[in-house]
Nanobody, 126 residues
Framework: QVQLVESGGGLVQTGGSLRLSCAASGRTFSTYAMGWFRQAPGKQREFVAGISWNGGSTNYADSVKGRFTISRDNAKNTVYLQMNSLKPEDTAVYYC???????????????????WGQGTQVTVSS
């Protein structure tokens, strides 16, 4: 029902910024809560940020609070992750995920998300 494609990853130095984009297919995009997750080599996938269907609610992992901002543009079927003050610990493959929900509550569990993108690599050099 929803196909997700991430972009915007790359190599950046410590303290730099990147903006990730996730383009979604389908006209039902506005009925889905969206989230960003990341996975470093040899580690489990972890929640980074989430946003409700209309952008009214957001939530962030403690490790990125104050540095990352999630937003969405339903007219463009796109969700963004603005990443500032990047650290080497942020290095990972970042995944966009979708969960059908019209509530304001953010779900941080990966298994609650039905659709996933292919991921985009973010590398922060020290």
């Amino acid at each position: 029902q929803v196909q997700l494609v991430e972009s915007g990853g790359g190599l950046v130095q410590t303290g730099g910024s990147l903006r990730l984009s996730c383009a979604a297919s389908g006209r039902t995009f506005s009925t889905y809560a969206m989230g960003w997750f990341r996975q470093a080599p040899g580690k489990q996938r972890e929640f980074v940020a989430g946003i409700s269907w209309n952008g009214g609610s957001t939530n962030y992992a403690d490790s990125v609070k104050g540095r990352f901002t999630i937003s969405r543009d339903n007219a463009k079927n796109t969700v963004y992750l603005q990443m500032n003050s990047l650290k080497p610990e942020d290095t990972a493959v970042y995944y966009c995920a979708a969960r059908q929900s019209l509530s304001r509550q953010i779900e941080v569990a990966s298994y609650e998300h039905q659709y996933w993108g292919q991921g985009t690599q973010v590398t922060v050099s020290s």
